[in-house]
């Protein structure tokens, strides 16, 4: 058996190299194997094995949501309408707490982008397009270090001149944008902005450039960067989608937890295993989880790492004591404080 390794090359998201390669790292599910054949293989191989596996659980496996299918056909409509408007044009704002997959469901909006204009444009790789522009704010950041993320983003060479204007960079940011025809432009963590020059920046880019833009941070709606003053406007630009809890005392909410934890549930890549436990614990995994995707996908992942990283290890199978294992363990490094006991587990039919 011969798996290939996924080889990256880039660390940030915050390059144009690095963007594209968060975008094509989608390695698929390695050929299934009972535990005998995997410890029959040799140690290079298994290494590779275990690294496949790892892979295609934190890069690829994901669920649908119905927050994913509303921002896309919201961003759909944005950046169809945006080219045509002269001024004003439109937002979307995803916000909500830590641990709700917010950056995550943005990568995969930013993906289909990409993707929809490489299937309507084969070429555009060699005409310079750069359908996507990905920004990432750091505490304390500024309109003026906006715009030179901006430009750093599409024009990586370029020496900034020390004293440059806030408008000369934002003319030069907006340039790039139309010569590059970026239809997106995503600004990850925005909730670190705030203030008067900040907003103005984002509206003088909504006004000059006809790419779409995309926020994303913790409870915009609310927080000091859009919840108030000069921000406000910004928001009042923008489509809102907040991402809840799944709450399982309604029919829907308990169908669509229950969707979720199947689908991790008849993909685990692990050595011999029979699907059943997890969706039979899915109320148990909602308690720990706190209704919430993301720490729901942590769980997995730890999960399964947990197994792999088991030297000892005589079966790969998912029982009561691994997964309680791994929800007390994170009981202590999230803020989720759930009170389960190994006795709520149940076993799989």
Known sequence: MIVERLVL????????????????????????LSFAEYVALPAHDRAAYDQARDDFLRLTLRVPTPEQDLCARILARLIASNPRRKNSRRGLMISAPMFYGKTELALLLSRSVEH?????????????????????MTEHSTGKALLAQI????????????????????????????????????????????????????KALQNESSATMMLVGINLASGKAFGSGDGRQVTMRCDMVELPKVDIRTDDGLALWRRWVAIFDRNLPLCGHTPGFLTRNAAVLHRAADGQLAVLAMIVERLVATILDDPARGDEHVTRQRLFAVLDGLRHTIPIRHRLRLDDLVEAA
């Open 116 to 136: 929809e204009h490489a299937a309507r444009y084969p070429g555009y790789l060699d005409d310079g397009d750069v359908p996507v522009v990905w920004l990432e």
């Open 151 to 202: 430009v750093e983003f599409l024009a990586p060479t370029v020496a900034l001149p020390k004293q440059i204007t806030t408008d000369r960079l934002r003319k030069l940011a907006v340039d790039l944008l139309h010569t590059h025809r970026t239809k997106l432009l995503v600004i990850d963590e925005a909730h670190q902005l705030g203030g008067a020059e900040p907003s103005s920046i984002i």
């Open 9 to 32: 090359h880039h660390d940030r998201k915050t390059t144009l190299p690095g963007l594209r390669e968060a975008f094509s790292a989608l390695p698929p599910k390695p050929p299934a």
